[in-house]
């Protein structure tokens, strides 16, 4: 399987780089064929021109080559902190660039944009990673967890990929690194178990 990994933390040093150095190990370990984009560390611009709205605009290279990955992964994991109840303005311009009408979803022929979209993503499966320095309850109880709300119901159910997971590590501020470690070798285990061999 092709599988598209996506990280976006600035901080090399990192648990999300940590994570996302893991669960590449695993899949290339498994046999799987890994792209893997580190946004921060790839300088990606997340600034969505006006030139590139319309459906039909010319891509720049870098622009047309992510979106030809993201169409035709087979799965997808994007690894990311949860900052202020979203991702990092990187990987949200990533999503603004990447998930474009054509490559992610179209609407039907005669529909001007506000029905509901078909999704084109031909993956099997969608893992988002996240850490936080909010406990779960806290999350859930005062929150309602909009990040699931995001990747499940807002990108990835619209754009076809109905089979979903989400993992939270948390609170990483306080974590020790027996936890971290504990952490890594569970991201082993979803991974493994999400995108079989």
């Known amino acids: ?77 994007i690894i990311h902190p949860n900052w202020w109840g979203q991702p990092p303005a990187v990987l949200k311009g990533w999503i603004d ?20 979209p078909i999704g084109l993503l031909k993956a099997k499966a969608a893992l988002v990673i996240n850490t936080s320095n909010t406990p779960d309850e806290r ?6 967890d909009p990040l699931d709300t995001l990747w499940r119901r807002c990108i990835f159910d619209l754009c076809g990929v109905k089979n979903f997971h989400r993992k939270m590590f948390n609170v990483v501020a306080t974590s020790s690194l027996q936890e971290r470690i504990v952490w890594l070798d569970e991201v082993e285990g979803i991974v493994e178990r999400i995108f079989p061999a």
Not at 17 to 29: F, G, T
Not at 139 to 144: A, C, D, L, P, T
């Open 1 to 77: 399987m092709k599988i598209l990994v996506i990280l976006g933390h600035p901080d090399p040093a990192s648990l999300n780089h940590a994570v996302s150095q893991r669960a590449v190990e695993v899949l290339k370990r498994m046999g799987h064929s890994v792209v893997f984009h580190d946004l921060y560390g790839e300088g990606f611009d997340p600034i969505l021109p006006s030139a590139e709205i319309p459906d039909d605009a010319p891509l720049d290279k870098i622009i047309d080559k992510h979106c030809s990955e993201l169409h035709d992964a087979d799965g997808i994991v």
């Open 97 to 116: 660039r990447a998930f474009r009408p054509g490559v992610a979803y179209r609407f039907v022929e005669g529909d001007a944009g506000d029905g509901v």
């Open 139 to 144: 999350e859930i109880k005062v929150f309602s």
